[in-house]
């Protein structure tokens, strides 16, 4: 059976300066789309009555309003065509505001052609396999091209991965579900994302599903711990450098960036990055071009940027320690991974998964978890999170005799210490207000009562710990 034929893209470009609204349009033809221009939001509206389009690339500031006010449209009606908004030089909140807003990406002004046109590409891809309404889209006699049997290959390729990948987030808790939800959400946009969790929870599992379920999968993923390289280092690792730039330096070495052109790069631990290179990173995020040392010029980079961290970059912006415009520019996007301990109903699963990835590299059959070994298991606090878990099951599956697991009980005096006491308290307390505050249907009298709290410290905690609960400062105090 023949694939059904798709007509070549079709892009509307919508700018009120003729000029650069006939450079876009010449750019886009030459490639190959179908292309239609607006000077204003009204004619945009009009063309998009009608038709359907792969993608809308719109200025900021138009005639008669905002490009953004055509974007959030776009979204609310839940149409296809991805959205890239142009913005003036330097205006970084723009960029912020749009990608928030639904943006696949951004350009800022003056537009380089070169980076235009690889966001468009971007941008079509996976919207041309949609399928067209008749109404107004292609005229009768119109060629139409098929997509190559190469295309539909890869595509199939990307969903099979994305799948595997979202596979090995085990768990059907309801926080689980929720993060592999935002993941694939997420995954559409060029809008940098960052993962908050505690060490172990598996941020970069979620980094590499963002990036399978990506139209960006087929390219490379490159991960970088942000707190393992030396700061002398830094900038030849992110950025490359050239033959003879620095003492040992023999060879042309490529970047970071550069290694991961066309796909995703991965900044694990970004809070560990010292301050004078958070300003270059910026800078790279910002002009989308990197300048490898020893060069002369800057090189055009084509990354998706996602970030991890397990610790509160938005205490460290307070406290100087971590740039605020670049924390505004990471975080554009935010998926919590929640620690083992509030997702315990995952354990069994959990535990299934690890053993037999621990037995199948060890060529072992994979033992019997019974009951007693799985409650053994749920009195543990797993401060480590999934991490200590594994290794917990390493050390069973090795002291095992048969077809038994040994657990071996932690001395007396263990005490787990955490990296950061007062966040590590911070998080404990607002655990057990969460839990007790959802099981009193967030009645704080009653939650104070069960807690051993007066009504006034328990506002307080909520405050202190922004602990969200619904209708905010209205969420009633009667008694149950």
Do not use: W
């Not at 055509?70 to 030089?89: D, F, G, K, M, S």
């Not at 050239?242 to 490529?254: E, F, M, V």
């Amino acid at each position: 059976m023949q694939t059904p034929p798709t007509s070549p893209a079709h892009i509307l470009v919508v700018d009120d300066e003729p000029d650069l609204r006939t450079l876009y349009e010449l750019t886009l033809l030459r490639e190959g789309y179908r292309v239609e221009a607006a000077g204003d939001l009204l004619q945009a509206r009009e063309l998009l009555e009608g038709k359907r389009f792969d993608a809308v690339i719109t200025d900021m500031r138009l005639p008669d309003g905002l490009g953004l006010e055509l974007l959030r449209e776009l979204v609310t009606q839940q149409r296809a065509e991805r959205c890239v908004i142009i913005t003036a030089h330097g205006s970084a909140e723009n960029a912020v505001e749009a990608l928030k807003a639904g943006a696949f990406d951004y350009l800022t002004k003056p537009v380089d052609l070169k980076q235009f046109r690889s966001v468009v590409a971007s941008a079509i891809q996976g919207t041309q396999n949609l399928a067209r309404p008749a109404a107004g889209d292609s005229g009768p006699g119109e060629p139409e091209s098929g997509p190559t049997a190469a295309t539909a290959t890869k595509s199939e390729k990307s969903v099979k991965s994305a799948s595997a990948i979202l596979e090995k987030l085990v768990g059907e808790s309801a926080v689980m579900r929720a993060v592999k939800s935002r993941i694939v959400k997420v995954a559409g946009s060029m809008a940098p994302v960052l993962i908050q969790g505690e060490s172990g929870t598996g941020k970069e599992l979620v980094a590499r599903a963002v990036h399978a379920c990506s139209h960006r999968a087929a390219g490379p993923f490159v991960a970088v711990n942000c707190g393992a390289i030396p700061e002398n280092l830094l900038e030849a690792e992110f950025f490359g450098a050239r033959k003879g730039a620095y003492t040992g330096s023999t060879q042309d070495r490529l970047g970071l960036f550069q290694a991961a052109k066309g796909g995703t790069l991965f900044l694990d631990e970004i809070g560990d990055l010292p301050l004078a290179m958070q300003s270059k990173l910026l800078r790279a995020i910002q002009e989308r071009s990197v300048r490898p040392l020893g060069s002369p010029q800057e090189d055009t980079v084509d990354v998706r940027i996602v970030s991890a961290t397990h610790k509160d970059l938005g205490a460290q912006v307070q406290t100087g320690a971590f740039r605020q415009d670049l924390y505004y520019r990471l975080n554009v996007i935010e998926i919590a991974v929640p620690p083992l301990r509030e997702r315990r109903e995952d354990l069994p699963a959990l535990c299934q998964a690890l053993l037999s990835r621990i037995c199948k590299e060890s060529g072992i059959t994979v033992p019997d978890l019974t009951e007693p070994a799985m409650e053994q298991l749920r009195s543990h606090p797993f401060d480590g999170n999934v991490r200590e878990l594994e290794n917990i099951l390493h050390r069973a599956v090795a002291l095992g005799e048969g077809n038994k697991l040994h657990f071996e009980a932690p001395p007396q005096d263990f005490v787990a210490v955490p990296e950061n006491l007062q966040a590590f308290l911070d998080q404990q307390e607002r655990s057990i207000l969460s839990k007790v505050l959802q099981e009193t249907g967030f009645n704080r009298t009653a939650a104070a009562s069960k807690l051993g709290l007066s009504l006034r410290q328990i506002r307080y905690r909520i405050a202190r710990l922004n602990i969200e609960t619904p209708g905010g400062d209205d969420t009633s105090d009667e008694p149950a």
